[in-house]
């Protein structure tokens, strides 16, 4: 099988994230995606943070209709900073012959020489990057060509949603209209739980 690893701190999960999904697993034909929200972030602040268990709960809704997209909660179930490292040894194990690929955004493969341990999670997995503006595409390009002497980082073409988790924070702050952005049952959770008011 050919399985999308797909994590991040999903404060809440948006749109945007769905399209990255659905982009790479038709581009490159996987057959499934595993979402896994982190339980605490290596590289962003917590002060925003909703808990790990209601940004799990939030992911689950939003896949539920999916039953190609599932989500794991292997990095908010473990103690301490999630390191990816980790989390791709995990399912590096329970899928020894498959083929793994990493997916994220523009920012984070720009700044993926920064995280702990990179060449070794360039041994486990492919990564499958996408655009997160539509204009950085070139810049994407470059920054592969220069870790691909690690391991394969494929670029896949895609029309972003450029949207963000920052940004629909601030919208439920100020009381906007949500919909476009989150799906329905999200919305209806972040209602319901009062969160990042
Ligand atoms: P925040 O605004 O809180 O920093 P975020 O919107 O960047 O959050 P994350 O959960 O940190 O969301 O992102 C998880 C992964 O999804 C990352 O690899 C990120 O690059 C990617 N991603 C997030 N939003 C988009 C988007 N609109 N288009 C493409 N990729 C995205």
Not at 167 to 176: A, F, T, Y
Request: glycine share 8%.
């Amino acid at each position: 099988m050919r399985i999308g690893l797909f994590g991040g701190s999903f404060n809440p999960v948006h749109k945007g994230h769905m399209a990255l999904a659905d982009t790479v697993m038709k581009e490159l034909s996987l057959d499934r995606v595993i979402i896994i929200p982190n339980g605490e972030s290596p590289y962003k602040s917590s002060d925003s943070y909703v808990s790990a268990g209601d940004r799990l709960e939030m992911c689950r809704l939003a896949a539920e209709d999916r039953p190609d997209i599932e989500v794991s909660g292997f990095e908010t179930g473990r103690q301490g900073k999630s390191y990816s490292i980790f989390t791709a040894e995990h399912f590096r194990k329970e899928y020894p012959r498959d083929e793994l690929f990493w997916l994220m955004g523009s920012d984070m493969l720009l700044y993926f020489d920064k995280w702990f341990r990179y060449r070794d999670i360039l041994k486990l997995v492919n990564i499958a990057a996408v655009t997160r503006t539509g204009e950085d595409e070139s810049q994407l390009v470059h920054t592969a060509e220069a870790l691909g002497k690690y391991g394969n980082i494929i670029v896949v073409h895609h029309q972003p949603l450029v949207i963000s988790s920052t940004e629909i924070r601030k919208m439920i702050k100020n009381n906007g209209e949500l919909s476009c952005y989150l799906n329905e049952k999200v919305v209806q959770y972040i209602k319901m739980r009062k969160l990042y008011i």
